[in-house]
């Protein structure tokens, strides 16, 4: 079996990072609509590059392949990093790989998946991202999940020969 569910949902799952997959892992992070959400927009990965990230990935915090229940097809990544159990605190990143599968509710339901499993199981309380002010369709997807603004950082990335803000955004848990 090359994945588990280990955080499962109604159209998808999550299941630690399987190292098979790293050409396609690869791949997305030399895709430019991937990775300038990412802010890896300026590197060019190697597939020993990337084996290493994967390797850190698997080691590290809580880390997941975004896989459909249809097929078993994974389609992004997702995880929890910075976790500091004493103030109950985490950031969250995520990435949609392929672009066929973007703008379908999938990442805002790992997202719902991943935040619900840092409150319930892992204890947290205040779960936050970032998010480039251009990224609509993240925003949007970010707020169906919970998330909401808390700040802003202006000019902060260039990109493409222009400046654009970061978002600061999160969500609490219950007490």
């Given at each position: 079996?090359?994945?588990f569910k280990k955080i499962a949902g109604d159209r998808i799952y999550l299941s630690p990072i399987n190292l098979d997959d790293l050409e396609m892992y690869t791949k997305w992070m030399n895709d430019v609509e991937v990775v300038s959400n990412l802010g890896n927009y300026h590197r060019m990965?190697?597939?020993?590059?990337?084996m290493s990230a994967l390797e850190k990935l698997t080691?590290?915090?809580q880390n997941y392949a975004i896989i459909l229940n249809?097929?078993?097809l994974l389609i992004g990544g997702v995880g929890l990093a910075e976790i500091n159990h004493i103030y109950r605190t985490a950031t969250v990143g995520i990435f949609i790989g392929e672009a066929e599968h973007r703008g379908k509710g999938f990442g805002t339901e790992a997202m719902r998946l991943i935040v619900e499993y840092g409150f319930k199981t892992l204890n947290l309380h205040n779960i936050m991202l970032t998010v480039h002010s251009d990224n609509m369709r993240a925003i949007a997807?970010?707020?169906k999940a919970g998330f909401a603004e808390f700040g802003r950082r202006h000019e902060s990335r260039y990109l493409d020969g222009r400046y654009v803000d970061t978002?600061?955004?999160e969500v609490l848990g219950a007490n």
């Open positions: 079996m090359k994945y990965l190697s597939l020993s590059n990337e080691k590290d915090d249809d097929g078993d997807s970010y707020k978002l600061y955004m």
